[in-house]
């Protein structure tokens, strides 16, 4: 892979541009135009390695029905990395929820680590105090929270409960984002140790309620099977199974509700692979214990591409184990939370590094039915909400305008004069 002086891949400014013609423009992908999500399921598979499930998915006569649907429907990639100092269990849900690497190496700022090492807690810990710097770490459940919408958070490992108390009643930072919406970032907390078929109960059954708008699942099954008879046994296939068929039973209960269905994304990944040597996973030099899968699966997401082609900034890593100062980004665990935020529109986890970018995408349209003739619709993926669409007469010279958009938020359209030369462009948010 090349290697390149590091420069923090950031907060680029972006944009696409498109001239409009009498044809159709193909964008980068094609959603539909009323596609919005308000809802996300952000599921961690404790210890799924990425190439064995890929091998587990495209065996002959697979059985994994879920993760074989998720592949078939959704944008996927084997290939993803959990962090690179750390493959070990709490450090990298930490990384998943605050979107921070566990250590951040020279030349990278330690301030944008969240410090936490250690694999065991007591009932006292929190993130706050256990991790260096010490100090308030903001999460997924901020952002939503204080934005006035419902969290959840379910889990199948009682060590895990730390989250429950670091943005809790009690250690939650109060709400300065528009109206205060209290310090308790988690609305519903249910934690089953080693059974994880509770929670799929339970989040089935908030969805004929109040369905909160960012649900953390964590299904701990493959991990113990690992451990208990490494990863590369029947037990642990078998371990595998069983989160299929949670996750079939999740997408089954959507089906059931086409509604909620069509303002739904579901987001997995891994807090690690395992297996080298074969009970364990604690070396992160072993890309087999680095290695994982990440799913993004929904209304208006690219059915079957590698996931990596979804972001401008991340780019698929091969065998290699990258470093966070490396330009070259793979997809990571730390990766998913600020995902999340980007289809639920809104802005990424307050301090976080890992901050993928999608790529923007504009498609031209022309000849629509009920259109005039001389009209053209420019149009654009429902989770680049927020993105400024821009025109300009001519490439020769960087007057650009705003445009005041016709359409709803991710669609524009308008009048053609003949023999003339229109050009569009996304315009990153600050």
Request: charged letters at 20%; hydrophobic letters at 35%.
């Amino acid at each position: 892979m090349k290697r390149r002086s590091f420069l923090p891949p950031r907060k680029e400014s972006r944009a696409l541009r498109l001239l409009i013609t009498p044809l159709v423009a193909a964008g980068l992908m094609t959603v539909p135009a009323e596609a919005r999500i308000s809802h996300i399921i952000h599921v961690s598979v404790d210890g799924l390695r990425g190439d064995f499930l890929r091998a587990l998915v495209e065996e002959r006569g697979s059985q994994y029905f879920g993760f074989s649907r998720l592949q078939r429907e959704g944008a996927v990639t084997y290939n993803a990395r959990c962090d690179y100092s750390h493959s070990i269990t709490i450090p990298n849900h930490t990384s998943m929820l605050t979107g921070r690497p566990v250590i951040a190496e020279a030349p990278l700022p330690p301030e944008i680590q969240h410090g936490y090492t250690t694999n065991y807690t007591i009932i006292t810990d929190l993130l706050q105090e256990q991790g260096s710097p010490v100090g308030y770490k903001a999460s997924t459940f901020d952002r939503v929270h204080d934005r006035g919408l419902r969290t959840a958070l379910l889990l199948s490992k009682e060590k895990m409960s730390i989250f429950a108390r670091s943005w809790g009643p009690d250690h939650g930072a109060p709400d300065t984002d528009g109206e205060d919406n209290g310090r308790n970032k988690i609305d519903l907390t249910a934690i089953h140790e080693g059974n994880t078929a509770p929670l799929i109960n339970r989040l089935v059954t908030e969805m004929d309620g109040n369905f909160p708008a960012y649900t953390f699942l964590h299904l701990c099954d493959p991990d113990y099977a690992g451990h208990g008879s490494g990863w590369s046994s029947q037990n642990w296939r078998t371990a595998v199974k069983g989160a299929d068929t949670q996750l079939s039973l999740i997408l089954a209960a959507l089906d059931d509700r086409p509604v909620l269905k069509a303002s739904t994304a579901l987001i997995l990944s891994a807090d690690h692979g395992g297996g080298v040597p074969d009970y364990t996973h604690l070396d992160p030099e072993k890309i087999e214990n680095i290695t994982i899968p990440l799913i993004i699966w929904g209304a208006g997401i690219p059915a079957g591409v590698d996931a990596h082609t979804l972001f401008s900034n991340r780019t698929d890593p091969g065998p290699e184990r990258i470093s966070n100062t490396n330009p070259d980004q793979p997809l990571r665990n730390g990766d998913t939370g600020n995902i999340a935020m980007a289809l639920l529109g809104l802005p990424p986890v307050e301090g976080s590094f890992h901050r993928p970018v999608f790529a923007p995408g504009l498609e031209i349209l022309r000849y629509l039915p009920g259109q005039p003739a001389n009209s053209v619709t420019v149009r654009w993926p429902f989770y680049l909400t927020g993105w400024r669409l821009q025109r300009n007469a001519s490439l020769d010279r960087e007057t650009w305008e705003d445009v005041r958009i016709s359409g709803d938020e991710c669609s524009h359209t308008e009048q053609t004069l003949p023999g003339t030369r229109q050009f569009f462009r996304l315009v990153q948010p600050n």
